[in-house]
């Protein structure tokens, strides 16, 4: 993936005492958390933990059931549609095109929010497409049906999509899903490169700390830990939350935090 030469503005982000139900059940309790502009901020937990449920909450798919979601000081639930996707974008884990789109025309959509009544693409709308497109190595498939791709290579043109819409928050439910090593450790260097705030959920403990500025940690719907990485990731809440014996260590290169794990006894 390449560097960026478009970079987005940023907004801060405010989750403000969140609660979330469905179908008369409660899945995340009063949560609280910031991002502030620019910053790429993790959620991790075990499955269930209700990582998906609020950020659903957070691009505006569900309402909360308490609390507000700020962005900006902005309430994102009291925007039109229109308003929102222009500060929002979102690549959620579950996605479908319901026709054959060609990768550039789902490349396009992204271009919807910014454009004018009916009018169709603009020349600086394709720039901006290709561009993305080129960002995550998928120039070469502009013309492919987007049914015809692999999981891996869907994945990168969903997030070429999310950044040609010009987002001030950029919204990431497990981004590396299906994609190989190498576009693994990518995918969130160029979400941070492009200029958004970010908040993403990972599985990946060692992505989150090689790449989160903060970390929240959900267990059954709370937050039960906040902070940088090495705040965090510490083995006793890692045993805790997790289930694992965690052995933290400094790779030998940038010292950054990497966890090795094993089973508790």
Known sequence: MTALTDVTDAEDLAVDAVSVELAGTRLVHEVHLKAAAGQVVGLVGPNGSGKSTLLRCVYRVLRPAGGAVRLDGDDLHALTARQAARRVAALTQEHSVGFDFTVAEVVAMGRLPHRRGMGGPTDEDRR????????????????????????????????????????????????????DIAHQLEVLALAREAGPTVLTALHDLNLAAGHCDLLYVLRAGRI??????????????????FGVRATPVRHPDTGALQLLFDRLP
């Open 128 to 179: 901006r497409c290709t561009e993305a497109l080129h960002r995550v190595r998928a120039g070469h498939l502009a013309e492919r049906g987007f049914l015809s791709l692999s999981g891996g290579e869907r994945q990168r043109v969903l997030i070429a999509r999310a950044l040609v819409q010009e987002p001030r928050l950029l919204v990431l439910d497990e981004p590396t899903n299906h994609l």
């Open 224 to 241: 039960v830990a906040s902070g940088t990485p090495h705040e965090v990731l510490r083995p006793a809440l890692l045993a805790e939350v």
